[in-house]
């Protein structure tokens, strides 16, 4: 599976959506579980508050496919177990079933201003997934994103870390010792 890992602000992530939008005629669907068997696709700029986390993991914040707005999203069904819609049918969203698209996770800035990362992945090799990717590595360096070890830091992502701010690498209560830390930065960033 490809991926690429980055910390971004409402500022940082903005741009990279738009260029994604530019690259190709797609829309965004929220990635789990539904009540119908056809999710509305949204355009990116109704994605809600993009660059701000939903949950204090960065795993558990809200995930989008992008897909092409013309093809065919495919849905698993099922009877759900949960008690608030025990027996109730529900259709699930999910990459695997979905090989024209990637799946991006925005998380970002956390109640308490920690800084989660994103992510975008894909587990296909078609042409418009591995589009996506490209398109989304380009417009992170258009919108000059820094790489610091494994993780691309938008601009004030980055003024965050200079300024000792967490940015936390999985979760807000995880220990400290798992953040990206000024002392990571390359000379050249600090």
């Known amino acids: 599976m490809k991926q690429i890992l980055f910390f971004a ?3 940082d992530i903005r741009p990279i959506i738009s260029a994604l939008e530019a690259a190709g005629d797609i829309g965004f669907v929220r990635v789990g ?6 999710p509305p696709v949204l355009s990116g700029g109704d994605l809600p508050q993009p660059g701000i986390a939903t949950h204090e993991t960065a795993s558990g914040s809200i995930s989008y496919l992008i897909v092409p707005r013309e093809g065919r999203l ?9 008690p608030d819609t025990f ?4 259709w699930s969203v999910y990459n695997g079933f979905n090989e024209e698209s990637v799946e991006m996770t925005l998380a970002g800035i956390w109640d308490d201003n920690t800084l989660l990362p994103g992510s975008i992945k894909t587990m296909h ?3 418009f997934a591995q589009s996506m990717m490209r ?4 417009a992170l360096r258009k ?13 004030e992502a980055l003024d965050m870390l200079r300024a000792g701010k967490r940015l936390s690498t999985t979760a807000v209560q995880s220990p400290p010792e798992y953040d990206l830390l000024p002392e990571h930065l390359p000379a050249e960033l600090r």
């Open 9 to 11: 602000t409402p500022n």
């Open 33 to 38: 579980n539904h009540d119908t068997e056809n």
């Open 125 to 127: 090799t078609s042409k």
């Open 74 to 82: 495919h849905v698993g069904h099922y009877i759900s177990e949960d």
């Open 143 to 155: 919108q000059k994103f820094e790489k610091v070890q494994s993780w691309w830091l938008g601009q």
């Open 87 to 90: 027996g109730q049918k529900r």
């Open 135 to 138: 398109a989304f590595q380009a």
